[in-house]
Nanobody, 124 residues
Framework: QVQLVESGGGLVQTGDSLRLSCTPS????????VGWFRQAPGQEREFVAA???????VYADSVKGRFSISRGIGKNTVDLQMDTLKPEDTAVYFC??????????????????WGQGTQVTVSS
């Protein structure tokens, strides 16, 4: 079993940046694809970005060009750099691991383990 811990959330203003990190406990990311998802109050969990074992990255259209997912160099982490934040980015952000086929990489049901989430709030 893989335990995941997210960090880096907070309260920022429109246009600011945040960097989220996802760290596994008791395992490594080397054999998993890692995804970031978010969930706003009253809404379904939605895909944000993913990085595959091959380092191929996939982004939701809503964050493309503003967010960047990467594996921490020398660190067993996966980071989500979020720039030019907007109020509509406000949500709880979760990281998850799995081995989805590329066509299903945006589907949260394809991921095995999830973190507890970290709150990101962007004020206007």
């Amino acid at each position: 079993q893989v335990q995941l811990v997210e960090s880096g959330g907070g309260l920022v203003q429109t246009g600011d940046s945040l960097r989220l990190s996802c760290t596994p406990s008791g395992s490594t990311f080397s054999t998993y694809d890692v995804g970031w998802f978010r969930q706003a109050p009253g809404q379904e969990r939605e895909f944000v970005a993913a990085i595959r074992r091959t380092s191929h990255t996939v982004y939701a259209d809503s964050v493309k060009g503003r967010f960047s997912i990467s594996r921490g160099i020398g660190k067993n982490t996966v980071d989500l750099q979020m720039d030019t934040l907007k109020p509509e980015d406000t949500a709880v952000y979760f990281c998850a691991v799995g081995r989805p086929v590329l066509s299903a990489i945006r589907d949260p049901s394809m991921y095995y383990y999830w973190g507890q989430g970290t709150q990101v709030t962007v004020s206007s």
